[in-house]
Nanobody, 121 residues
């Protein structure tokens, strides 16, 4: 079994940057595809980005060119670098681990507890 712990959320002004971390314990990150999802109040959980076991990446159109997902095997951590943040990026961000990289939350087996990101205008 794998456990995921997110960190790095916070408050930032529009145009600023944050880096979220998703620390794995119990299994190496390379065993799984890792996805980042977000959920704003009153909205459904939505796909942000994913990285496969072979480091293939996929991004939602709304974040492409601004967000970057990466993996550090030495730290057993997956990162989400978020640049040029916008108020509409405000949400709770979750990382998730699954066996296939895809955009569907239900296809991921393990989830972290989430971290709040707030972007002010």
């Amino acid at each position: 079994q794998v456990r995921l712990v997110e960190s790095g959320g916070g408050w930032v002004q529009a145009g600023g940057s944050l880096r979220l971390s998703c620390a794995y314990s119990g299994r190496p990150t390379s065993n799984y595809a890792t996805g980042w999802f977000r959920q704003a109040p009153g909205k459904a959980r939505e796909f942000v980005t994913t990285i496969s076991q072979s480091d293939y990446t996929d991004y939602a159109a709304s974040v492409k060119g601004r967000f970057t997902i990466s993996r550090d095997p030495a730290r057993n951590t997956v990162y989400l670098q978020m640049d040029n943040l916008k108020p509409e990026d405000t949400a709770v961000y979750y990382c998730a681990a699954g066996y296939y990289h895809n955009r569907i939350p239900g296809q991921y087996e393990y989830w972290g507890q989430g971290t709040q990101v707030t972007v002010s205008s």
